[in-house]
């Protein structure tokens, strides 16, 4: 398989016991918590994530802002704001792929090489999960193309029908592309 499909890893997991460089957050825009798993990765990096989040002013839809990483495994938390599904008339989907985007953009700038993702926007904001692993999968393939500095992307899935609808898109994104693996 191409390199860039190689350095995507899918795989059924808990984001808050990834050992990554950085592990990014699906927040909502006040970055001062919520449920799902905005409020896992605060329960296990502690109060301080909290009181850091509170001094960055929010963050819009679709962009990434990042934290330390305090009692969790990874050195950071990138916090990204993905889109509350509308129906998709409402530029949902540019605004997925820009959280996914701009989540890297951060990894890039702050040197992590191994990065973890939930399957933002697919709990509490009700993005359909199978279009969002497809946009998930493709947004991060184009940039290991751009950025070979990143060696590794994990996209944690919190169930199996989650994990199978990624690795659904991986294989369809790599054969598309002309890879045999
Ligand atoms: P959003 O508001 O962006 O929809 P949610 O936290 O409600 O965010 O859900 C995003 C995804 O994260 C869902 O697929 C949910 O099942 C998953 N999820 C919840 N907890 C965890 C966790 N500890 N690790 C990985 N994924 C999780």
């Given at each position: ?5 190689s ?7 808990d ?7 950085a592990?990014?957050?699906a927040a909502?825009?006040s ?12 329960r296990?990096?502690g109060?301080?994530?909290l ?11 679709g ?8 009692r ?10 993905g ?16 959280a996914y985007?701009n989540s ?7 040197g ?5 993702f ?14 969002a ?5 493709s ?38 592309q002309?890879s045999?693996d």
């Amino acid at each position: 398989m191409e390199e860039r499909f190689s350095k995507i890893i899918v795989k059924v997991g808990d984001i808050t016991k990834e050992d990554a460089d950085a592990i990014v957050n699906a927040a909502n825009s006040s970055l001062l918590g919520g449920g799902g798993v905005d409020g896992a990765i605060h329960r296990a990096a502690g109060p301080d994530l909290l009181t850091e989040c509170a001094g960055l002013g929010g963050c819009p839809a679709g962009e990434a802002k990042t934290t330390k990483g305090y009692r969790l495994p990874a050195e950071y938390v990138i916090h990204t704001v993905g889109p509350i599904w509308r129906g998709g008339g409402r530029g949902e989907e540019k605004t997925l792929e820009n959280a996914y985007r701009n989540s890297l953009l951060e990894a890039v700038r702050v040197g992590a090489k191994t990065v973890a993702f939930p399957a933002i926007s697919t709990g509490v904001y009700r993005f359909p999960p199978q279009r969002a692993a497809e946009i998930a999968v493709s947004t991060v393939a184009e940039f290991l193309g751009e950025h070979p500095e990143i060696e590794q992307i994990r996209l944690v899935c919190f169930s199996q029908e989650s994990k199978e609808y990624h690795e659904a898109a991986l294989r369809s994104l790599a054969g598309r592309q002309g890879s045999v693996d």
